[in-house]
């Protein structure tokens, strides 16, 4: 196994809400993941996965049941036209918590596994993630503002049609006004994301003091907000409710062959998240 505890983190909690199918394959997933960042000893081997098989078992009966909550919630301020900026915060703030429990989880287990790395181990981590950042720069390099809007626009109108089965021109002018208004945030991301390699690097450096990794460690995944800028939090959270506001608009806006698509995908990934959580308690 080979995988920064970054990225394993982020496959763990992007798949808790994926479907029946791709959770079978959670533990494989993972594994292959981490392959890309570390390998690990036969002891961190063992060690992993106890950690992975002990967090597979806790995720499904605890946490799918969390998930399949909120997205019925959704739905029904969806359906009753009850959605306002002020639940879709909420809503953004649950799905934050999800990611919180799942650190709290893993931290206590996972800090042995960090204090045994290797410098060879630490050198490797740090070598890919880098190379992550470098792809990413690389992919928005030299592209102006209208060139990132134009790619905004595609990419939520492809998330949208996916929701919708496919989206009306009153909905793509909607698109485009959002992402139009939308206040620029990617040059303080990649600011942030290279803040947060540092700091995570500094935190790997100094692993052998176990309480000073807890912390650090608890400050990048549960507080990463205090590594962002006053001025790029403040964007954000705007974004956020301008997103919000998108999805009040379109939901107004949708037919009935549009809403009945978009509740059948809903109603399966509920159903889906529903009976892996019951499968795991029979």
Not at 67 to 84: A, M, R, V
Not at 86 to 91: H, K, S, T, V
Not at 188 to 212: I, V
Request: glycine letters at 2%.
């Amino acid at each position: 196994m080979k995988k920064p505890l970054i990225p394993i983190l982020l496959v763990i909690f992007l798949a808790g809400c994926s479907t029946k199918f791709s959770y079978f394959f959670l533990d494989w997933a993972i594994e292959w993941r981490v392959d890309e960042y570390v390998e690990l000893d036969k002891s961190q081997q063992a060690q992993f996965d106890k950690l992975l098989d002990k967090f597979l078992l806790w995720h499904q009966q605890q946490e799918l049941a969390r998930y399949s909550e909120q997205l019925q919630q959704l739905s029904d301020n969806i359906n009753k036209h009850t959605l306002t900026i002020e639940i879709w915060e909420q809503q953004v703030t649950a799905a934050k918590a999800h990611w919180f429990r799942v650190f709290e989880f893993l931290l206590p287990d996972l800090l042995p596994i960090i204090t045994s790395l290797s410098d060879q181990q630490v050198k490797s981590i740090i070598t890919q993630l880098k190379l992550d950042n470098d792809e990413l720069n690389a992919k928005y390099a030299g592209k102006n503002q209208l060139e990132l809007v134009a790619d905004a626009n595609k990419r939520t109108i492809n998330r949208v049609d996916d929701w919708l089965g496919s989206t009306t021109a009153e909905q793509e002018v909607l698109i485009k006004a959002f992402n139009q208004q939308r206040l620029a945030t990617l040059d303080m991301w990649l600011e942030y994301r290279l803040e947060w390699l540092r700091q995570f690097e500094t935190a790997l450096s100094q692993r052998d003091d176990t309480a000073l990794l807890e912390q650090r460690m608890r400050l990048l995944m549960t507080q990463p907000d205090e590594l962002k800028s006053a001025i790029y939090q403040q964007n954000a959270d705007r974004n956020t409710r301008l997103f919000g506001q998108l999805m009040i608009e379109i939901n107004h806006s949708l037919s009935s062959k549009q809403r009945r698509h978009l509740n059948k995908k809903i109603v399966t990934l509920i159903e889906d998240l529903q009976d892996l959580s019951d499968d795991v308690k029979r």
